[in-house]
């Protein structure tokens, strides 16, 4: 009842700061989120996200067309889920961020062959991103598969400079320690 309770007043909050600020992206991004990912009962629903995906389509033609990959995603339509990633590489071709979502999705899927060749795109785009490391390694744990070059991954991520956007350095740690453990 309490987390019901606080899921409902974060959407309210939400919902308040894209009323009063209806361009900032990381208030329509979140709010995407909530609607995306909560329950109907919680104030969520796809038919909302969506409608939200068509205001971050305004500003942004790559957030929008990664906001559709995660809509198809959980309407368990993978091929339009793809086709919407490419497309988000498409709109923004220097973005690292979006060639690791591709790569993220495709190791989801299984095709890791795909995504270890899209992991290097992505180190070919930008060979210093700790995100690619991060990302990478994270696959490569969850797969329990090189383990070696995840270890390396997780060690060159610890001593990267990072920002608060990027993942904390003790989920790297987390990640490094199920590595070491396998």
């Not at 598969?145 to 390396?152: G, T």
Request: proline share 5%; charged share 30%.
């Amino acid at each position: 009842m309490v987390a019901g309770f606080h899921a409902a007043k974060a959407r309210q909050y939400l919902e308040k700061a894209v009323a009063l600020s209806p361009h900032y992206s990381e208030a329509l991004n979140d709010l995407f989120a909530y609607y995306l990912e909560a329950p109907g009962i919680l104030g969520g629903g796809l038919d909302k996200a969506e409608a939200i995906a068509q205001r971050i389509a305004e500003r942004s033609p790559a957030e929008y067309h990664f906001a559709e990959a995660q809509l198809a995603e959980k309407r368990k339509d993978y091929p339009s889920a793809e086709q919407h990633l490419h497309r988000a590489m498409e709109e923004s071709p220097r973005e690292v961020g979006r060639v690791i979502d591709l790569a993220t999705f495709l190791a989801r899927r299984g095709r890791m062959e795909e995504s270890d060749a899209t992991f290097a795109q992505a180190e070919k785009l930008a060979p210093n991103d700790p995100r690619i490391a991060f990302a990478h390694a994270r696959i490569e744990v969850e797969h329990k598969r090189n383990l070696d070059e995840a270890r390396q991954l997780l060690k060159k991520y610890l001593q990267s400079a990072i920002t608060p956007d990027d993942p904390p350095k003790q989920s790297a740690e987390k990640l490094l320690q199920q590595a070491q453990g396998s």
